[in-house]
């Protein structure tokens, strides 16, 4: 039986969301436990009481110092006590971070956890790493990313061999920064299939299998994807109703957009997913549905089943003595 | 009179578009100046003869060294020389940062000339400032690109008090790498509107006139944000025309759509600006039509018409002192 920690109180939705998608995940093998207030309807789960709540916007180091019984840090901690084998939440991401370095800790030989993130792009799906964990980085830590993202490519997207690129300002290897430039000389050197350099553009078009960059660009290039795919939507609304043919046609081309949507929901792939901690860490979106919530839960479960961690931990030493 | 040099040779459309772009610029007080083969066909507009062609994937400090009678250089050259005041050109953008630091060289107080790009945002225009010039940069380099941005914004896009935020991870001030920490502060305490940090999503959104980052960070931004509108609209147009109830309601939103693109159409702006040399250079998308090669130069003489170039110069050593 898989147990998947899932922190109740995460999310902008409310608790109900996070239940009613933990009902959902509920089956075969799959057994969440949710943390939260005592009072919550917890719909024939198991609720493992908690009294405090860690806000979206709270700074992560004071959330995880001053909230030892929220259901987040509780969350965390049950994967750390060995009463669940993964954790998820909607809720604060640095926080999350925090918790699980602190109680976790890190897999032996990973020098920097980091954050994946699945992109639902056109060529098929992409994971991203890292996207936020780490503003500043060295080349060999974008060496481990890329094995870290790699075998979460393998194990939780089905991909065979990876084809892994890294994230800079030209296809050609001397294009980049200090960092770049060194991280490609590690990656060319190394086992991963590495395919050389990506640029911005390619990220939701989607030229690699694993993406990697330092946490700092990942980030900026992650929300300007997420940020241009609402606002040209968004715009195009504005433009489409502005005229009733227009708006005629808007209502024709409402299932396109619809499928169009779909396709692109980041909510397929259940969240990001912070790598390299003893313990496998689900970051679900913030405004996540029931729906989004019962994805992650599944992924989780999945990434159990497969063995992530312990097939990360396989892999980095080996790595490590490369560089 | 004010001349511009034109690169006829430079761009993926061949000399014709250029040519017609440069006629349809020329008027009031604006004569172009052509660079090219002689065997062009230059309409009655005054053509220097020129021997050699940069292609747009050769490699900057070669095609510098080694295409002095190219019409890119002779462009740069005639600026340099004072035969024209500015220089337009669709060709390849590390080439004319080469020939701009060696035959324009740099404003005096100038550390790191930087590529300024206009973005057609939602809630009105923004320049996007270093877009790929300098993948390194120290907090202080970027202290000057808000510096020339916001000299940008007032002369270029005619905006008064030009809002200033910095390209980072999160809108607190203590969210960033060691690079946007350090800028952050210098940016804090100088005399620019500064309104602290702005996050991917707020590229294309427009969350300030001017936006500043290194390089690196900038040119993987903006190859996002113009790789997502282009996957997107792509996919659009795929799930729309799956459909014949779409392929109908394509037909009568195709001038919402045509809006749109027309809002979004970088060409509006002509193209991406160096900033902080002795003379104004203008780059043209690669893929420039004659209408986006005649903004190009018509921007580029607002820009000589309104001294860019000398009030960078002016408000650039003031700022020195306080690093």
Same sequence: chains 1, 2.
């Avoid at 430039?181 to 190394?190: D, G, N, Q, R, T």
């Avoid at 030229?207 to 939507?233: C, P, Q, S, W, Y």
């Avoid at 003893?278 to 549905?289: D, E, F, Q, T, Y």
Wanted: overall charge neutral; proline content about 4%.
């Amino acid at each position: 039986m898989t147990r998947i920690a899932v922190d109740a109180m995460g999310g902008d939705r409310g608790p109900e969301a996070v239940v009613d998608g933990a009902l959902a995940a509920r089956g075969d093998g799959l057994e969440p436990i949710l943390f939260g207030s005592a009072s919550l309807d917890a719909k024939g789960l198991e609720l493992w009481p908690t009294t405090q709540v860690v806000a979206m916007r709270e700074k992560p180091a004071d959330a995880f110092r001053e909230k030892a019984d929220s259901s987040l840090v509780r969350a965390v901690k049950a994967v750390a006590d060995g009463e669940a084998d993964a954790v998820v939440s909607a809720g604060n991401t640095g926080a999350m971070l925090a918790a699980g370095l602190v109680l976790l800790r890190r897999v032996p030989g990973v020098r920097r956890p980091a954050i994946a993130v699945p992109i639902p792009a056109r060529q098929g799906p992409s994971v991203l790493v890292d996207a936020g964990a780490n503003a500043d980085c060295r080349a060999e830590h974008l060496l481990q990313f890329a094995t870290m993202g790699a075998v979460f490519a393998e194990e939780m997207l089905e991909i065979a061999r990876p084809q892994v690129r890294l994230l800079s300002i030209g296809v050609e290897p001397e294009k980049g920064n200090q960092l770049t430039l060194e991280a490609h000389a590690l990656l060319a050197a190394s086992d991963l299939d590495f395919r050389g350099n990506a640029e911005g553009r390619d990220i939701l078009e989607g030229a690699a299998d694993v993406l990697v960059t330092d946490g700092f660009t990942g980030n900026v290039a992650l929300k300007a994807v997420e940020g241009t795919i609402r606002t040209l939507l968004d715009s195009l609304r504005e433009e489409i109703t502005a005229s009733s043919a227009g708006t005629v046609g808007g209502l024709l081309i409402r299932p396109a957009a619809r499928r169009l949507r779909k396709r692109l929901d980041p909510d397929t792939y259940g969240g990001a997913y912070l790598l390299g901690l003893r313990g496998l860490v689900v970051i679900a979106h913030g405004n996540s549905s029931a729906t989004a919530i019962a994805n992650a839960i599944r992924l989780a479960a999945r990434g159990v089943d497969h063995d992530v961690v312990g097939r990360l931990a396989a892999r980095l030493p080996q790595r490590a003595q490369l560089v």
